[in-house]
């Protein structure tokens, strides 16, 4: 069955704000967002442990982006402000039983996707 499941996608216009959310099925020591558009590859967004509150943004989003957690429902949320144009993706939860990491390749239980889109 599906063990990530990822919402709050939508339309906003530039500069609004959403907030993601993805519940999983059970507890990772380690959850993170990726992101890709349309002919491009995936790219690291934000990670964080479930444990310590230890945080990794990418530089793109940094200072826009917070990401924060609620244990004991098993869910990570990732606020986006001042959203612009290239923010538009579709974005990814993942998850992994070992420690922080922004490589893609290191997680191995994804969401399904959840689209957001950036008007100008």
């Known amino acids: 069955q599906v063990q990530l499941v990822e919402s709050g996608g939508g339309l906003v216009q530039a500069g609004g704000s959403l907030r993601l959310s993805c519940a999983a099925s059970?507890?990772?020591?380690?959850m993170a967002w990726f992101r890709q558009a349309p002919g491009k590859e995936r790219d690291f967004v934000a990670a964080i442990t479930w444990s310590g509150g230890s945080t990794i943004y990418s530089d793109s989003v940094k200072g826009r982006f917070t990401l924060s957690r609620d244990n004991a429902k098993n869910t990570v949320y990732l606020q986006m402000n001042n959203l612009k144009p290239e923010d538009t993706a579709n974005y990814y939860c993942a998850a992994r039983p070992g420690p922080i990491s922004i490589a893609a390749t290191s997680y191995d239980t994804w969401g399904q996707g959840t689209q957001v889109t950036v008007a100008s």
């Open positions: 059970r507890t990772y020591r380690t």
